[in-house]
């Protein structure tokens, strides 16, 4: 059974930091892309970074770019998004999925963990 | 960016009854290789977001033949045959082929009468 765990949400104030992380489980991590996605309180699905099976290319939101970094450590099947710089803006629940095709067929996502940005 | 345009934002259903949503797009969808790279996702209240379909008609493993999508182009169409209870929440398409970033479009609550 697939499952994505994601942790590391926080309530932050603006200009700092956080790590999120997805753990991964049921599936062969490291043949797969996987997908940061949010939603802000009240909002829709807004797509924010995506990291490749294999070679970790990355592709960033123009929202995102610059303050966020998507990694992967395949060894521990685990996605992570470092947050830096964070604005009231990002304020949202994170999601991860597993991506297939390497873009946008998200067949599984977790539960989401929330990220809080107010002073 | 893409624009993805969803109508209607929301609608009431009976049980039992058809369901349809559409979206359009600002640019086509047709890749170069001949697929057209247009998703449906929903998200039941409270949850996190499910496939529904991929590449226009294609649905997810798992996901009930009440569901089906078509169209081409920049018009796309997600039809629920007969609706229940367990079908409301917020049907989201996604464009997929203009790169970065996939978009999403704004989201149709379906809610049951």
């Known amino acids: 059974e697939v499952q994505l765990l994601e942790s590391g949400g926080d309530l932050v104030r603006p200009g700092g930091s956080l790590r999120l992380s997805c753990v991964a489980s049921?599936?062969?991590?490291?043949?797969?892309?996987m997908t940061w996605v949010r939603q802000a309180p009240g909002k829709g699905l807004e797509w924010v970074s995506a990291?490749?099976?294999?070679?970790?290319?990355?592709y960033y939101a123009d929202s995102v770019k610059g303050r966020f970094t998507i990694s992967r450590d395949n060894s521990k099947d685990t996605l992570y998004l470092q947050m830096d710089s964070l604005r009231a803006e990002d304020t949202a629940l994170y999601y991860c999925?597993?991506?297939?095709?390497?873009?946008?067929?998200?067949?599984?996502w977790g539960q989401g963990t929330l990220v809080t940005v107010s002073s | 960016d893409i624009v993805m345009t969803q109508t209607p934002l929301s609608l009431s259903v009976t049980p039992g009854q058809p369901a349809s949503i559409s979206c359009r797009s600002s640019?086509?969808?047709?890749?170069?290789?001949?697929?057209?790279?247009l998703y449906w996702y929903m998200q039941k209240p409270g949850q996190s977001p499910q496939p529904l379909i991929h590449?226009?008609?294609n649905r997810f493993s798992g996901v009930s033949d009440r569901f089906s999508g078509s169209g081409s182009g920049t018009d796309f169409t997600l039809k629920i045959s007969r609706v229940e209870a367990e079908d409301v929440g917020v049907y989201y398409c996604?464009?997929?082929?203009?790169?970065?970033?996939?978009?999403f479009g704004q989201g149709t609550k379906l809610e049951i009468k």
């Open positions: 999925a597993k991506t297939i095709d390497g873009c946008c067929r998200f067949d599984y």
């Open positions: 049921g599936f062969t991590f490291n043949n797969y892309a």
């Open positions: 990291i490749s099976g294999s070679d970790g290319t990355t």
């Open positions: 640019q086509s969808l047709l890749h170069g290789d001949g697929r057209t790279y």
């Open positions: 590449e226009v008609s």
């Open positions: 996604m464009q997929g082929i203009h790169l970065p970033p996939p978009t």
